[in-house]
């Protein structure tokens, strides 16, 4: 009789939520893998329907504390597809800053204190920290310069209060950007040095296949805006999504997992974004990933902390950019007549593309509306990922085997992951 080992998680630390992992092997075969979500829905998209256009930037902002702008900045796009309405280049601009704020407080986070340990051999950051204190202080100061241009530009760093439909509330001086700058210069120093650092680690061996899908823009590194394009010649404005992608409902968990043009599974995120938008990097971030031993892509998941680094540098970049050329929109915001109208939009989180539609009654209040977050995107390669690593390394002990699930998924910096310690793996084994 084949041995049977049953690898399960009954709940996942570093998650923003409730969830588990199960893998059990027969023999030298892997028959089932789930990453099993188990928090009770919220239901966002329930509760907006009846409620004003104007709403949604601030209620799905609530989704999440660590990417909230992703939130504000699709439902907009969405809306204002919608009602026909567009912004000014300033407002863009500003759009463009405090997103990238977003962007280095979330890889900051990441990289040193949630996924660094993993490669490092610690339980937690707070261990690594006694052998790597400066390390850990680096990191700390990158979350806080992201943190400190969110709270400039949105009002404050948690679920901005500045952004609306239409623009912004109030549009910084230049002035008021300006006092950025230095902090900017020192945390792109800061950057670099982490995509250093992080390339010098030792990767387990793990090859995607997974189709790559992200914004993509020819002037710039799409962020908040873009179409849609794949590593599989997908080329697609936000109204097309519903052509090509579906979400499906799945015994073992609460969020939908999404396909592909009917069955693929596929991947967001900094992979993805980096292989499909590499000529558009600024030369620092390119140079940077080179460097560090990256080519045009990036097809191992555990070297994601690397490309997250790069992408931290060019959001660092990019923020010193936009203030080199911001001129204050004439105004601030702009405002729409409600109309019955269908609008779609979307924009790169730090984890992947988040997608928003909304259907508007004439009044301008919300008939329905569907959110895709890029968790839900990627668990069908979370899962495929883990398949394919526990198979290739059945020959290790179980807590090594244990330690590179754990990576596995810490690869993704799930949405349903932004905690603060470790997984308790038990291993049962049968026959």
Known sequence: MAE??????????????????????????????????????????????????????????????????????????AIEDALGLEVEEGVRDLRRLLYCGEW?????????????????GYESAIHMAADHADVVQRGLNLKAVGND?????????????????????RAPSRADLEAFRDALERALEDAIATVAWVGTF??????????????????????????????????????EWPEHFEERQVEHSTALHAVMDGEH??????????????????????????????????????????????????????????????????????????????GHGWSEAPRGLLYHRYDLEADGSIRSCTIVPPTSQNQASVEDDLRRFTEAHLHLPDDELQWRCEQAIRNYDPCISCATHFLNLTIERHG
């Open 149 to 169: 241009l969110m709270e400039g530009v949105g009002g404050r760093a948690v679920h901005p209060v500045n952004v609306r439909v239409g623009g912004v509330y």
């Open 202 to 239: 030792d990767f387990p061996e793990l090859h995607q296949e997974h189709p790559f899908v992200a914004l993509h823009r020819p002037d710039r590194y799409a962020i908040e805006d873009g179409r849609l394009i794949s590593s599989t010649g997908l080329d697609l404005a936000p109204h």
């Open 265 to 342: 599974r596929y991947l967001l995120g900094p992979q993805a974004r980096y292989a499909l938008n590499h000529d558009q990097l600024s030369d620092v971030a390119r140079e940077a990933a080179y460097a560090a031993g990256l080519g045009r892509e990036c097809r191992n998941p555990y070297q994601s902390i690397v490309v997250r680094a790069v992408e931290t540098v060019e959001a660092c970049h990019e923020a010193l950019a936009i203030l080199d050329r911001y001129e204050p929109p004439e105004r601030p915001y702009r405002e729409a007549e409600p109309r019955e109208a269908t």
């Open 104 to 120: 280095i407080q979330s890889h900051a986070l990441h990289v040193h204190l949630l996924h660094a340990p993993d490669f490092l």
């Open 4 to 77: 049977s080992r049953t690898l399960r998680v009954d709940a996942l630390a570093r998650v923003e939520g409730e969830g588990a992992m199960t893998v059990r092997v027969v023999g030298d075969r892997v028959e089932t893998v789930h990453l099993d979500i188990f928090e009770p829905p919220r239901f966002f998209e329930g509760f907006l329907r009846g409620r004003s256009f104007l709403e949604p930037p601030d209620i799905t902002a609530r989704i999440c504390g660590i990417c909230p702008v992703a939130y504000q900045t699709s439902s907009c796009n």
